[in-house]
Structures are given as structure tokens and as C-alpha cells.
């Protein structure tokens, strides 16, 4: 790793480089200086971020609009440049890399802790969307196309079925009918788009718990990291992703499918939090769909999962065999969860409506 990491504008002579860090797309490292400074060395992935400089146009676009308007440091990602100046390092075999100051004395919540917790991440994507709501949406780059474009999602899935190239279908019959049979629910939001009933903001869309940074002492939000899929989007897509994460009382591949649960407390201190940290800037239909982002993320992310698990595991990153279907049985679980809750949910949400 010498050859990359000595090409970026580091305080001190590297000690350590360890792999840290659970993304399932690009690979993340701990980089520690003499002096000591700690740094985020990260490589992207190439194959499903086919637009590098795109991606890191949105990061440095995004980063500096923050950074502009926060108070402190840890208000926003910092990047590190290059020796040469630059954002990012492009070599000449095509591999992205780029350094981010580290986030100090800063921690990042893997499960719910508390509901404070979980209130602290809403209050963090919350405002978000309100510092970002009046960057201009239209200079940033669709980076993914169809990111959170359900319908599409299930079309690959009806594919990996038709084509079964693992041979797994068979073992994953109840799983994929319980899936199919929410197809009908997963153009929903779209549909609102289209219509103009809902906005078209700057997202997050990859509004995961994990992707919070809390002070370590206070647990105060300080910022959200992870901005590679930062895109114009629905607030509904940011708000399901962090209840998804965060409202689910197991891990995101728990195999234990009795302990998955959509926690009604955690689901109301993320709604809490968001909701006060978006401030005034939602609609009243914005605030209404709110839950049905978080049964469509839901469902879309396990939809993901159990195609990829079909197409024999080559998009998310796997740590043990299996582990795409377990994802998938999780969301499932969760999604099913979230049906039987529904009357509390629309209650929750009718509780923080202004
Ligand atoms: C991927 O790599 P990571 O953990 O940031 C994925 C998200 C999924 C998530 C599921 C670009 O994010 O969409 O929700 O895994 N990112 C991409 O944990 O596909
Ligand atoms: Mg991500």
C-alpha cells in the first residue's frame, strides 16, 4: 500500500495501514502517522462506481458546501489531497483511492444503543437534508442511475430467477414468493415523483445507521459519512434507510430470525430526530410517505440481497457463505414486521406531523 498512501499530503511517516470498517463495496483502511495522525485511506470500486470522477466531484462538491456552513471540523468529511494537488488518486490502471481526515474522538453506533442513540442518527440525516436543501441539486452527478428505482430493482431480481446461474432457486423458493408478492407496492413512491406530489432533494441514499458519526462523549451527531451515492433522490429513501438500519432490533445479517424485529421506540426516536433535525423544510406529503420509504428500502434492500445471493454472490462483499441470503431473510423479517405494525407506525408518524 506504501506506493498509494505516500502519494497523499500525510503529517508524519505512515506506522500502520489496517483494513477497518464494514461496507460492503469499496475496502477501507486505518492509515496511523509518527505523529500519530489518523487518517481513512479508502479504495473505490470501479465496478459499481463506473463513474469514479463523478463520484468524487459529488464528495469534494458536497464535502465544501458543508464545511462552509459548520461549525466545527467534524461537521463534514475533510479530504486530504495529493502531492500533486489533487482530490483523489487515479492510477494508471484505473484504481481510485482518496484520504479522509479522521473523524476524532467520534463513534458510530453498529445496533441501536439506546434510543437516544438512534434519535442522535435521525437528527444527523435529518439535517442533512436541511443543509442541503438549497445546494443545487442539478450540478451533482447521478452516480448510480436507478439507485432506489424499486421496480427496476425487482426486474433484476425476475432475471437472476429466470437465470438461476448458481443453482440456488430451488432452496430459495419461500423466499422469493414472499417477496414477489410485495412487487406490486414497489413503484409507489415513484408514482408521486412522477405526478409531482413529492420533491426531488439532494439524498444521502445510503442513509444507514452506520454511516453516523456521534461524539464519542455527548453521542451529539457530527456528521454522515459515506457520500459516494449523495444524488437527487426522495427524503422518503433517507429516512427508510436509517429506519431500516436503525429501527431493526438485530444485525443486518442476523441469522437468528426470532430476534428481528421493527422496534416501535426505535422507530419513533428515529422519526423524532429526523423530523427535528429536517426543521420546516418537508411538505406534509413528504412527512405521510415517510413510512412508506421505510418498507420500500426495506424490501428493495433485501430484494438486492437475495439477486445477488442468486447470481452467486457478485455484488456485495460476503464474509461467510450465505451471508446474501441471511441479509435478505433479515429484511424480510423486518419488512413483515413492519406490515403487522402498521397502524402504530401511521400513529408514530401522525404523533410528529405539524
Ligand atoms: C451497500 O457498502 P455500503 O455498506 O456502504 C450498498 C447500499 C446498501 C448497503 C446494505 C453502492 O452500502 O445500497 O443499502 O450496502 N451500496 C451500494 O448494507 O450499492
Ligand atoms: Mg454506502
Redesign the pocket.
Known sequence: MRHIYSQFRLDGRVISCTPTG?????RTYLLVTARPHLYILQWL?GQ??TNLTGVMHNVVAVTEYLHARGSDDRSALTLVPTHAGKPYLLTPEGDCWRVYEYILDSVCLDVAESAEALRQCGVAFGMFQRQLADFPADTLVET?PR?HDTPNRFRDFRDAIARDCAGRLASVRDEVNRFLAHEGEAGMLLTLLESGELPLRVTH??A?L??VMLDEATHAPLCVI?L??VMPGLVAYDFG?AI??GACTAA?DETDLTRVQCSLTLYEALTEGFLSGCGDRLSRKEIETLPLGAKL?TL??GV??LTDYLNGDT???IHRPDQNLD?ARVQLTLLEDMERKWADIQAIIGRYMP
Open positions: 464494514g461496507g460492503h463495496i469499496n470500486n459499481v462506481f448510480i439507485f441514499n445510503d444507514k452506520t454511516n459515506d459516494d451515492t434507510e431500516r438500519s443486518e428500502m428493495e434492500n438486492r440481497f455484488y456485495f462483499a441479509r
